[in-house]
Every structure is written in C-alpha cells, then in structure tokens.
C-alpha cells in the first residue's frame, strides 16, 4: 500500500509542477508584452567600454579633469554626459551614424543615394560594377 501512496504522490507532484510552469510562462509573456511596449520609456542606459582602451582613457582623463577641484560633489560620468547631449548638432549625429557603419554597410548606402538621385534602380552587383567600375574586364588584358 505504501508505494501506491507514492505513486500517487508523485502523479499530484507533476501535476503541480505543469500548473506552475504554465503559470511561470504566462508571467513571463507578460513581462516581454510590457518591455516591447516600454521600449522608448528606458530607465536606465549603460556605457561598456570594457574592450575599447581608447575610451576608457578619455573617460578618465575627462573625470580627473572634472574633478580636480576644491568644493562640491565629486562628478561622475553621467554629469558628462547629460551636460554634451544637448551641445550635439545633427551634423555630430549624422557623422557619428556613420562613424558605425561597416564597409559593406557604407558601399550600400552609396548604392542607395545613388539611386535616388539618378531615379536608377541598381542592385548593389550592378552599382559597383558600373559606376565603382569594379571587376570590369580591363580593355587591354586581351
């Protein structure tokens, strides 16, 4: 009789578990429902700069800069930050979207406003071959 008990048991035991794993899923859809709709309503923003030396040293020349003084809080990078965002031109935001760019990435935006200024409709193949003369046969090889 005991190890009916048991049997049982464990048969309520993976019931319980299903109900809670069904309820942890439907938790969880809530959650990434509310992040897709909070999406421009970010609390918190993070700078990793763990694998850019470049920057880690400007970081830091800036703060010891900043805070080579006698009174006041000590400031932090965020003072930095929040104090240059509003100084950004769109020209500094356009040239820092391309700064991002890959190679193949700025060869593609090329082919792009080359079309729409010549009302063409090349793919990239063709705009490298025909106007970046790319892998064109060299008229004197044969």
Known sequence: MEVGREGERGKEGEEKKSK???????REEGKNEEREENKNDQDKFFIDVTKDQESKELISK?????????????IFLKDLVLSALPKLTAKDIELIQNNVL?????????????????????DLGEY???VKNILKEDKNAK
């Open 102 to 122: 890959s190679s193949l990435e700025k060869v593609k935006k090329q082919c792009f406003e080359y079309n729409q200024k010549n009302k063409t409709d090349l």
């Open 62 to 74: 800036l703060l010891l800069e900043a805070n080579n003084k006698t009174f006041g809080r000590q």
């Open 128 to 130: 490298l071959v025909s």
């Open 20 to 26: 809670e794993k069904k309820k942890y899923k439907k």
